[in-house]
């Protein structure tokens, strides 16, 4: 057992430091079906199932560092998602990815309201599923971010982060296998290819003016502005609260009116000239490897038994999704091109997208890019209301 508060996060930090390290160096192929983030979750679990993290001292550190790093993470997150580089995907391409999104949210409430008596109940499951759903809209910094707004469950996190892994791989490998049959699709919805190469020429152009090398100062100045950001956003939401319950008004509480505050926030902020700042994406990682271990040292492994059933629950959430969009691709024309990189972008982010898109021609890199920041911007809003409409249907 660990008993002194900083041994704690100087194991959690290393033992993520080493997993990332070992997928660098080593270049291990079991890295590529499981990522270096759900070994982080896994392990975690099997220390804490050993009784490892249970002392007085891992427990008041916990309490004193989760949400203070989880609301630095969405805001430095945030900063990359400058609404006017979107402008350069049009209505078009936005509209194919707001598709996506929307029947992802429609599939995670039907598969929460079908499966939640199998994967533990409604009352234990709904946040996690609501972490599951935001990541799927924006990526695994939008499912960390919905342990602030929402009394997640850690061990349906843990199945719900299996289903992330899982679900996801063999998810990118029907797209890729997709991109064979897209004449067929193209032919049944009556594709409109007209403009792509334009929107993608565009949107290489916009992915390409912000290649900066991070300096120290820019390190330096980025941590002690989200973490002050943090802080500001705390006594905002609890003053929030406060206000709101005085006048009888009680409908959101302190976490998900932070949560809302910060990612406005950062969205605001992502306009001005923070948002060109270097290291963004490399310290939101850092924050969200640190999130995510402190996360997973509160969980068990006895919560995984479940997680065969989550997977089935996240498949069925994918049919619904294929379905949905097929029917909108046959009512506005939309080429399997567009509607497989608005997928990836949605499940898997502005680092996934990329891939599928390239597989049809790899000057369509960047609406994939551009596409998985959209998601990024609305995760969270998404996840947010598809927790509040779970927790009504329990």
């Known amino acids: ?159 719900a982060l299996a289903v992330d892994t899982v679900d996801y791989s063999l998810w990118i490998a029907l797209l890729l296998i997709a991109v064979r049959f897209s004449g067929k699709w193209d032919k049944a919805v009556k594709a409109d290819t007209t403009k792509l190469q334009a929107v993608a020429d565009a949107a290489n152009a916009e992915v390409a003016k912000d290649k900066k090398k991070a300096t120290s100062a820019d390190w330096i100045f980025l941590i002690g502005l989200s973490l002050i950001v943090s802080a500001l956003s705390q006594w905002v939401g609890a003053t929030l609260s406060s206000a709101l319950s005085s006048v009888g008004v009680s409908v959101f509480d302190k976490g998900t009116l932070t949560t809302v505050f910060v990612t406005v926030l950062g969205l605001v902020c992502a306009l001005t000239p923070l948002g060109k700042l270097p290291a963004v994406e490399e310290l939101s990682n850092v924050y969200l490897y640190a999130v995510v271990s402190l996360l997973a040292s509160t969980a068990t492994l006895v919560d995984l038994i479940s997680a065969p059933m989550w997977i089935v629950a996240g498949l069925f959430v994918l049919v619904i999704h294929t379905l949905a969009m097929f029917l909108l691709s046959k009512a506005f024309h939309w080429d399997l091109c567009m509607v497989s990189t608005a997928s990836l972008a949605n499940i898997g982010g502005s680092a996934s997208a990329p891939i599928v898109a390239s597989a049809y021609d790899p000057s369509y890199a960047g609406i994939g890019v551009l596409m998985g920041v959209f998601g990024a911007a609305i995760g969270n809003f998404c996840g947010l209301a598809a927790g509040y409409i779970m927790q009504a249907l329990i």
């Open 1 to 159: 057992m660990i008993t002194n508060g900083f041994t704690y996060i100087a194991f959690l930090m290393f033992l993520a430091g080493a997993l990332l390290a070992a997928e660098k160096y080593t270049r291990w192929k079991g890295f590529e079906y499981v990522p270096p983030l759900v070994w982080i979750y896994v392990l975690n679990m099997i220390f804490c199932t050993m009784g490892m993290y249970q002392s007085e001292a891992c427990s008041a550190v916990y309490s004193a560092l989760k949400n203070n790093l989880l609301y630095a993470m969405i805001f430095v997150m945030l900063l990359r998602c400058d609404f006017r580089k979107l402008a350069k995907l049009g209505g078009r391409m936005l509209a194919i990815f707001l598709g996506g999104a929307a029947s992802i949210l429609i599939g995670f409430i039907v598969a929460f309201v079908i499966f939640k008596g199998t994967l533990g109940g409604g009352e234990t499951i709904w946040g996690a599923m609501a972490a599951l759903c935001a990541s799927w809209i924006g990526g695994s910094a939008n499912m960390a971010a919905m342990q602030a707004a929402f009394p997640v469950d850690p061990g349906a996190y843990g199945c």
